[in-house]
T-cell receptor, first 114, second 112 residues
Framework: DTGVSQDPRHKITKRGQNVTFRCDPI?????LYWYRQTLGQGPEFLTY????????KSRLLSDRFSAERPKGSFSTLEIQRTEQGDSAMYLC????????????FGPGTRLTVT | DAKTTQPPSMDCAEGRAANLPCNHS???????VYWYRQIHSQGPQYIIH???NNETNEMASLIITEDRKSSTLILPHATLRDTAVYYC?????????????FGKGTMLLVSP
């Protein structure tokens, strides 16, 4: 399967702990996006990478959140000092440079903060 | 905020066509209409997109009105596996990059 993959699929953590999620995009896609989805809502944009450069960040991405894409391939999203309000599905998507905006999503990482 | 309006839910009988409407009255000339769907506990799946002309692919057809203020996604022969939340999104896409703004979508329930 050459789709977008995310790891882990599920994460349960205690409040105050740090967590890190990984996203592997489709190999030839140089654009990578992170979204967050809470129960009953549509996904919300967090941040965007073109190759290794982080070009856009939503105001939703507080100081406790950091994302990297060091070699322009996989990306990580870290949340420090987790809070219960961070409980959500974290989705990664990728798209090709030559496309017309369509994005291909991974299965998501479900985070539960207790 | 999302630039689109969709009914919160729709029902469809298996084997019949599902027609999902979307209003986007403030769409600008170079904004595309995208449709995605999200099956329970999965990531969103791209379905189709269009600018002005009607589009068809192996999954669905997209009909855009001449004034571009509304569109309809058509699943010609709905199956139980088409039960999902369907999102209509209006965004700039001609640069190959867009940050999708999802609304709440339409929950389509396909029944036997």
């Amino acid at each position: 399967d050459t789709g977008v993959s995310q790891d882990p699929r599920h994460k349960i953590t205690k409040r105050g702990q740090n967590v890190t999620f990984r996203c592997d995009p489709i190999s030839e896609h140089n654009r990578l996006y992170w979204y967050r989805q809470t129960l009953g809502q549509g996904p919300e944009f967090l941040t965007y990478f073109q190759n290794e450069a982080q070009l856009e960040k939503s105001r939703l991405l507080s100081d406790r959140f950091s994302a990297e894409r060091p070699k322009g391939s996989f990306s990580t999203l870290e949340i420090q000092r987790t809070e219960q309000g961070d409980s959500a599905m974290y989705l990664c998507a990728s798209s090709p440079e030559e496309g017309t905006g369509e994005q291909y999503f991974g299965p998501g990482t479900r985070l539960t903060v207790t | 905020d999302a630039k689109t309006t969709q009914p919160p839910s729709m029902d469809c009988a298996e084997g019949r066509a599902a027609n999902l409407p979307c209003n986007h009255s403030t769409i600008s000339g170079n904004e595309y209409v995208y449709w995605y769907r999200q099956i329970h506990s999965q990531g969103p799946q791209y379905i189709i997109h269009g600018l002005k002309n009607n589009e068809t692919n192996e999954m669905a057809s997209l009909i855009i009105t001449e004034d571009r203020k509304s569109s309809t996604l058509i699943l010609p022969h709905a199956t139980l596996r088409d039960t999902a939340v369907y999102y209509c999104i209006v965004e700039y896409g001609n640069s190959g990059y867009s940050t999708l703004t999802f609304g709440k979508g339409t929950m389509l329930l396909v029944s036997p």
